[in-house]
C-alpha cells in the first residue's frame, strides 16, 4: 500500500468513526486524483471534460453513499477504483459505449491534478440544491454535502430517520433526473 493510500485509510477510518474534519480532508485529497483519473478515461473514450467532472462527482457521492461498505482491513486503493471505475462506465453506457472495456489499471497511480483555488464545485452544488423542494434539500444537503450521518441529520431536521431516507432518495433521484436531462 502506498504512502498516499495509507493516509486514505487512516483518514476514511477516522471519518467512519465520525470524525467529520477527517472526513473533509480525505474527500479534498481524493477529489484531484479523481479528477485526473476521470479526465484521462474519459478522453481514452471520447468523451470530454464535462463529463469527465460529473464522473467525479458521480464518484464522490457514491464514495459517500458506500463508504460504509469499505472493509477497514482491507486496502482502501482497490474499493475507491473501483467506485470510480463503475462510474466511468456508467457514463461510457449512457453516453451508447456498451460493451466498452475499462482497464481499472488506469486508476492506479494517477498523479494528482492541482485543484484551483474557487473550483465552482460549491456553486453548482448550491445551484443544483435550489431545484429540489425544502425538505429534500435540507435532507440532501445536510448528508451528502455536510457529511451528516441519517441519525444526525434527522436530529437536525426534526424528522424520523425514515422520512430522511424517502427525502434523501428523492432528491438524489430528482437531481440525477436533472443532470441527465441536461446532458441531451
Not at 474534519?21 to 481524493?30: C, I, P
Not at 486503493?77 to 467506485?83: D, E, Q
Amino acid at each position: 500500500m502506498s504512502d498516499r493510500e495509507a493516509e486514505w485509510a487512516a483518514l476514511m477510518r477516522a471519518a467512519l468513526g465520525g470524525d467529520r474534519a477527517a472526513y473533509r480532508d480525505l474527500l479534498v485529497a481524493l477529489t484531484p486524483v479523481l479528477r485526473a483519473a476521470a479526465r484521462q478515461g474519459c478522453l481514452r473514450f471520447g468523451l470530454g471534460v464535462a463529463e469527465a467532472e460529473d464522473v467525479v462527482q458521480e464518484t464522490l457521492l457514491a464514495l459517500h453513499l458506500k463508504r460504509q461498505t469499505w472493509d477497514s482491513s482491507q486496502p482502501i486503493g482497490p474499493w475507491l477504483r473501483a467506485i470510480a471505475r463503475n462510474k466511468l462506465v456508467d457514463a461510457l453506457r449512457r453516453r451508447g459505449r456498451r460493451g466498452t472495456e475499462v482497464d481499472i489499471d488506469a486508476f492506479s497511480e494517477v498523479l494528482a491534478a492541482p485543484v484551483p483555488e474557487d473550483s465552482g464545485i460549491r456553486r453548482d452544488v448550491a445551484k443544483h440544491l435550489q431545484a429540489l423542494a425544502p425538505g429534500q434539500r435540507s435532507v440532501v444537503q445536510a448528508i451528502a454535502v455536510d457529511g451528516a450521518s441519517i441519525r444526525e441529520a434527522a436530529q437536525r431536521l426534526t424528522m424520523t430517520e425514515g422520512a430522511v431516507r424517502v427525502a434523501l432518495h428523492r432528491g438524489l433521484a430528482t437531481l440525477a433526473l436533472r443532470l441527465r436531462s441536461s446532458e441531451t
